[in-house]
């Protein structure tokens, strides 16, 4: 019998915490209470574990956008969808001809037949 999905994602998520540092003494904060507020906005308590220290505060977090879109998604839930973060590198004939030097004979791309003359 397979593992449900939320033992599953417990066990894959462990030790992999988003951390927050207090502002006052450096210390770790943590999650006192939480609420939901939309499916994408969520509030929270903090608190300082240092006892000596005694910082709470608030916080939110929300989500902003997609980047790499859910293979269920949920019709009610409308993010943008972020640009890639990188270009595809051009293939080597898409490049012009390189020149071993400023005045030098041009070098064919890499990727290029030469064909040899005879004669």
Do not use: W
């Amino acid at each position: 019998m397979s593992k449900p999905i939320d033992d599953a994602r417990r066990k894959d998520d462990q030790g992999k915490r988003a951390t927050l540092a207090c502002p006052h003494c450096r210390g770790a904060l943590r999650i006192r209470t939480s609420r939901t507020v939309t499916t994408t906005y969520r509030q929270f308590v903090l608190a300082c574990f240092n006892p000596e220290c005694g910082f709470t505060c608030g916080a939110e977090m929300s989500i902003t956008h997609a980047i790499s879109p859910s293979a269920r998604p949920d019709p009610a839930v409308r993010l943008r969808q972020a640009p890639p973060r990188r270009r595809p590198a051009p293939a080597n004939d898409d490049q012009p001809a390189r020149s071993i030097s400023p005045a030098g004979p041009e070098v064919p791309a890499a990727n290029d037949e030469v064909i040899a003359s005879t004669g």
